[in-house]
């Protein structure tokens, strides 16, 4: 069984940054991609970012791409989400995941609320 637990969400103005973590229970972390979705109000759960398990590969959806970085330290079981140049429409609570050997995410975190005004 695996935990995840973010934190690091806030309220922030426009332009500003924050910086999410992810922090896994497990002995297995390791092994396995991550990544971190959102949900704003109103509509569906979007992807947003993915590592693979030794952070040599990253993916980001087109909207934050040049403003967030995924990153991990598997020495301390974390994923990180650097947000940069944050603008009201990346309002949203935001999950991480662990992608499963069957390419679904199998593992979700209870989210956390990113606020940004403008």
């Known amino acids: 069984q695996e935990q995840l637990v973010e934190s690091g969400g806030g309220l922030v103005q426009t332009g500003g940054s924050l910086r999410l973590s992810c922090t896994a229970s497990?002995?297995?972390?390791?092994?396995?991609?991550m990544a971190w979705f959102r949900q704003a109000p109103g509509k569906e759960r979007e992807f947003v970012a993915r590592?693979?398990?030794?952070?040599?590969?990253?993916d980001y959806a087109d909207s934050v791409k040049g403003r967030f970085t995924i990153t991990r330290d598997n020495a301390k079981n974390t994923v990180y989400l650097q947000m940069n140049s944050l603008k009201p429409e990346d309002t949203a609570i935001y999950y991480c995941?662990?992608?499963?050997?069957?390419?679904?995410?199998?593992?979700w975190g209870q989210g956390t609320q990113v606020t940004v005004s403008s």
């Open positions: 497990g002995r297995t972390f390791s092994n396995y991609p």
């Open positions: 995941a662990r992608r499963s050997q069957h390419l679904t995410y199998d593992y």
């Open positions: 590592i693979s398990y030794n952070g040599d590969n990253t």
